[in-house]
């Protein structure tokens, strides 16, 4: 069997052409260099691999699959956002999940495809059966490098690739808005558009198929898909530490606790964030054993409470010892103030615990945050979205991949007053900014806390925290106008009817919420 392989150069003026036009939209024109015939060497080369599945348990087969190409020698890098698509060709059959992810490796591309047969023999996948039927994984070479490979068992680019949104979609996601390599420049130039990859999706209907019923892009949590691009999130607050600012003290038993939860289910709390650490500037930091101590009777109880039942419940930490333990009893996710800067071993930790992973900007830690060095911001926005997505690519190569992230700018951590008006104002151009190095990033889900924090009281000459709820009300406004998916709040009654009018806002705008949404 004889490979025919053909390598696209990428000429640095041509690169930069490229980064010119995404400033408009994705590209400037895209030509292809004279091809010319080579051999594959054992050098590194970055593959794009697309996922999907929908027997089984899809999520489980989708990690299996990841782990087993780790081992195979397929070094993941990035990974798209997740999707649930309706099936193509066949439709009498379950939805699928799909995905994609990029990934570097030595293996030529006849012993990259060998691989992945083998991972899905092992997954069991059979042979035979009815093409474009069920499978429990299906893993196809989108691209490898900047060949095209063409042979009797191989075709690449995949030669279905164009005409499918759900392949398109997340192969978007692993891209940024502005081209990071030659190799990147060749697959967009594999299209055969003059506008690349960019073009290809916009012609196939682009972030418009998103949300509708044939094309979901969900976030995994609690045995279940959420579709985040539907509608906005209130996440209520149950704080159970003694110092924190607006009702430490309140919350300490567990009778309190449960008493409290159970008043923001009954005002429609989506989901309820369970925090035992201060996290306001200056607070002292308590060991794992006290925050343990504190946290683990209240969550016990709320987890068998039948009012929480399809509750999403969240736990504020920055220990994964804590983020661990809480899990093991029922936790759903786990939302990090620090972004893993507070405990080395928080991503690994995540990685394995398969949970959403909320990665907050902040800088120094809750006793340093204020100090004069860490407020310095030249462009606020841009700085936030460079800082924060630094810290998802760590937790991204450490194995959390784009799915389980959500992000939070930080409001009123390491920020000046002026900061928090500027990244409510500026949530859109911190998806912007963060888009330019990952698409998927740029799309996860986006949480925003501004609720009863001091620089409402310096704006609206509010001492006391609980009499800046109107001033709460404003921001989630904003906010969930801009594009914010979650709200963190004490008061869920009147912070959810704000949350309801936006997204009414939004829905008659556009019918599938696409205003700011993606």
Not at 377 to 392: F, H
Request: aromatic fraction near 6%.
């Amino acid at each position: 069997m004889m490979n025919i392989l053909k390598y696209l150069g990428s000429p640095r003026r041509q690169h930069l052409s490229i980064r010119r036009y995404f400033k408009a939209l994705g590209f400037s024109s895209l030509h292809n260099a004279p091809n010319s015939s080579v051999e594959v060497h054992s050098e590194d080369q970055e593959v794009v691999i697309a996922l999907g599945s929908n027997v089984g348990n899809r999520l489980q087969n989708f990690k299996e699959a990841l782990k087993s190409m780790n081992k195979s020698g397929i070094h993941i890098t990035r990974h798209a956002c997740l999707y649930e698509s309706a099936p193509a060709y066949v439709t009498d059959q379950p939805h699928f999940l799909n995905s994609a992810v990029r990934a570097v490796t030595k293996l030529g591309p006849h012993e990259l495809l060998a691989e992945l047969k083998k991972i899905e023999k092992d997954l069991g996948r059979t042979e035979g059966g009815i093409r474009y039927g069920p499978r429990p994984i299906d893993l196809d070479i989108l691209f490898y490098g900047k060949y095209k490979v063409s042979s009797n068992i191989l075709n690449v680019p995949h030669e279905r690739i164009w005409e499918r949104p759900f392949v398109v979609a997340p192969l978007m996601d692993i891209l940024g808005s502005a081209v990071d390599s030659d190799t990147v420049a060749c697959w967009h130039s594999f299209s055969g558009h003059s506008g690349g990859l960019v073009e290809t999706w916009k012609r196939l209907g682009g972030e418009s198929l998103i949300g509708e019923e044939g094309l979901k892009r969900v976030l995994p949590v609690a045995d279940g898909l959420v579709n985040w691009s539907q509608r906005a999130f209130v996440m209520g607050i149950l704080n159970l530490t003694p110092d924190s600012f607006s009702d430490g003290g309140k919350f300490q038993s567990v009778e309190h606790a449960i008493s409290q939860v159970r008043k923001m289910i009954s005002e429609g709390a989506d989901m309820i964030d369970i925090g035992a650490q201060s996290t306001r500037p200056m607070a002292s930091r308590i060991s794992v054993e006290e925050e343990l101590g504190r946290l683990i009777p209240v969550l016990e109880a709320v987890l068998t409470m039948p009012e929480a039942e399809g509750k999403l419940v969240s736990i504020d930490t920055f220990y994964s010892e804590v983020a661990s333990e809480a899990v093991s009893k029922g936790a759903h996710l786990i939302n990090d103030v620090s972004a893993g800067q507070l405990d080395p071993n928080m991503f690994k930790v995540i990685a394995d615990l398969d949970v959403p992973y909320v990665a907050m900007h902040m800088r120094g830690d809750p006793c340093t945050m204020q100090n004069s060095e860490n407020l310095q911001y030249d462009n606020v926005c841009k700085q936030i979205a460079s800082e924060l997505y630094s810290r998802v690519r760590e937790a991204e190569i450490s194995g959390i991949p784009a799915w389980r992230i959500i992000i939070d700018p930080g409001i009123g951590f390491s920020k000046k007053t002026e900061d928090n008006l500027d990244i409510l104002m500026g949530l859109p151009d911190i998806r912007a900014e963060i888009a330019k190095k990952s698409l998927a990033i740029s799309h996860v889900p986006l949480l925003i806390g501004p609720s009863r924090k001091s620089f409402l009281r310096e704006i609206c000459s509010r001492p006391a925290a609980d009499e800046r709820d109107p001033a709460t009300i404003a921001c989630v406004t904003a906010g969930v106008l801009g594009g914010a998916n979650i709200v963190r709040v004490h008061n869920v009654r009147d912070n959810l009817d704000a949350v309801k009018l936006c997204n009414a806002f939004l829905r008659q705008k556009s019918p599938r919420m696409k205003c700011s949404r993606q």
